[in-house]
């Protein structure tokens, strides 16, 4: 079975303060794919980044920037220099592959992350 | 190109009401999938199908049916809803299936009462 664990229910942190998001997985895939969705008070579904088993290179776009660590199985994400507009729920996500690819996501149950002006 | 869409917005049934959440997807995906999101739960996987006439069940199945005649459409039935199935549900498409980009509905919000 898998698992996605986010320790974190709820963050407040200060404009322009740098937080991170933890998420730990367990599965025993040995493909799978990890996902962030940001979820604004609006209440759509936002993809941020989807990253394969097999690439355990950092990636940043903008003030964003994932962490994918498999020796600790750990998918964390960072926001440098946080702003209001960040505030949302955020939800690690994760899809085993058996072969078929029929699976579906596995989410967290996801940090909210408050900016406080 | 709409994306995902669902119908309706709100709802509110009484307990043992049936009713089937509409779910359609125009970007010509395979793999569509319903979830359910309650208040510190995360989402969860109810059913999903990876292509017309193919459906299974996810991780909470009980009390909702699917069926998946054509590409584009893939309703979410509730036969008898019950208080437990008050909860926001979301609809999502992707072309082959988990490990893609999911796209997701804006949602339907569902009061059992």
């Known amino acids: 079975a898998q698992k996605v664990t986010q320790a974190q229910t709820e963050i407040s942190v200060v404009e322009k303060e740098d937080v991170t998001l933890d998420c730990v997985y367990e599965?025993?895939?040995?493909?799978?794919?990890l996902f962030w969705y940001k979820q604004p008070p609006s209440g759509e579904l936002v993809f941020l980044i989807r990253?394969?088993?097999?690439?355990?290179q950092n990636e940043i776009s903008g003030r964003y920037s994932w962490n994918f660590q498999k020796s600790t199985s750990s998918f964390n994400f960072t926001i440098t220099a946080s702003q209001v507009v960040d505030s949302a729920v955020y939800f690690c996500a994760l899809s085993g592959y058996s072969g078929g690819g029929a699976d579906g996501l596995t989410f967290g149950k996801g940090t909210h992350l408050i900016i406080q002006p | 190109n709409a994306g995902v869409t669902q119908t309706p917005k709100f709802q509110v049934l009484k307990t043992g009401q049936s009713m089937t959440l509409q779910c359609a997807q125009d970007m010509n995906h395979e793999y569509m999938s319903w979830y359910r999101q309650d208040p510190g739960m995360g989402l969860r996987l109810i059913h999903y199908?990876?292509?017309?006439?193919?459906?299974d069940q996810g991780e909470v199945p009980n009390g909702y049916n699917v069926s998946r005649s054509t590409t584009e459409d893939f309703p979410l039935r509730l036969l008898s809803a019950a208080p437990s199935q008050t909860s926001v549900y979301f609809c999502?498409?992707?072309?082959?299936?988990?490990?893609?980009?999911?796209?997701f509905g804006p949602g339907t919000r569902l009061t059992v009462t």
């Open positions: 199908s990876v292509g017309a006439g193919i459906t």
């Open positions: 990253r394969n088993s097999f690439d355990e």
């Open positions: 999502a498409s992707s072309w082959t299936g988990g490990q893609n980009e999911q796209y």
């Open positions: 599965t025993r895939d040995t493909t799978y794919y």
